[in-house]
T-cell receptor, first 115, second 114 residues
Framework: AQSVTQLGSHVSVSEGALVLLRCNYSSSVPPYLFWYVQYPNQGLQLLLK??????LVKGINGFEAEFKKSETSFHLTKPSAHMSDAAEYFCAVSDRGNQGGKLIFGQGTELSVKP | DTGVSQNPRHKITKRGQNVTFRCDPI?????LYWYRQTLGQGPEFLTY????????KSRLLSDRFSAERPKGSFSTLEIQRTEQGDSAMYLC????????????FGPGTRLTVT
């Protein structure tokens, strides 16, 4: 069965500092990988995804993530944090063999950005 | 493209009552998903449809929960005899197979069972 682990339920950074949110997955075959962001009382918005091809993927709002098969990881980074990045971030996987299908989410990481 | 919409946005009900939520997906999307999210947790898969067919249902889903997508467009999620443990945000998402694998989420329906 697939599973997702996000290391650190809370991450705090200063404005302008590097953002690093960690995600490791467990799957018998490499799944599709996603990062979503959720602002309070809102639905989820897709930041970026990896399905095939280049392992470094760029998303919206300056975020990027790198798929590392050997480490079963898909960590999210942003070079310089902005106050507006404060939100909950979820890593998710779906089954490559089912054209996607259901998403399995991690527990989430709450990002705080200090001025 | 108006996005995924969900109604109502908030629902307060008394324990034992039945509730029904509606989801309208992006119009050309053939897949529709339901998830449940409790405070401080990631969304948990409940069920999904491809067109009218319900293709998968979580084993965690109680028999009190039922979902339909009768014409392959909007979907309803009904919870019968609600319990306090049903209090959560219910999220709907839709996607289009064969193009990409992105799921687009609605704003959710927050259910509070008193």
């Amino acid at each position: 069965a697939q599973s997702v682990t996000q290391l650190g339920s809370h991450v705090s950074v200063s404005e302008g500092a590097l953002v690093l949110l960690r995600c490791n997955y467990s799957s018998s075959v490499p799944p599709y990988l996603f990062w979503y962001v959720q602002y309070p009382n809102q639905g989820l918005q897709l930041l970026l995804k990896y399905t095939t091809g280049a392992t470094l993927v760029k998303g919206i709002n300056g975020f990027e993530a790198e798929f590392k098969k050997s480490e079963t990881s898909f960590h999210l980074t942003k070079p310089s944090a902005h106050m507006s990045d404060a939100a909950e971030y979820f890593c998710a996987v779906s089954d490559r063999g089912n054209q996607g299908g259901k998403l399995i989410f991690g527990q989430g990481t709450e990002l705080s950005v200090k001025p | 493209d108006t996005g995924v919409s969900q109604n109502p946005r908030h629902k307060i009900t008394k324990r034992g009552q039945n509730v029904t939520f509606r989801c309208d997906p992006i119009s050309e999307h053939n897949r529709l998903y339901w998830y449940r999210q409790t405070l401080g947790q990631g969304p948990e898969f409940l069920t999904y449809f491809q067109n009218e067919a319900q293709l998968e249902k979580s084993r965690l889903l109680s028999d009190r929960f039922s979902a339909e997508r009768p014409k392959g467009s909007f979907s309803t999620l009904e919870i019968q005899r609600t319990e306090q443990g049903d209090s959560a945000m219910y999220l709907c998402a839709s996607s289009l197979t064969g193009i990409n694998y992105e799921q687009y989420f609605g704003p959710g329906t927050r259910l509070t069972v008193t």
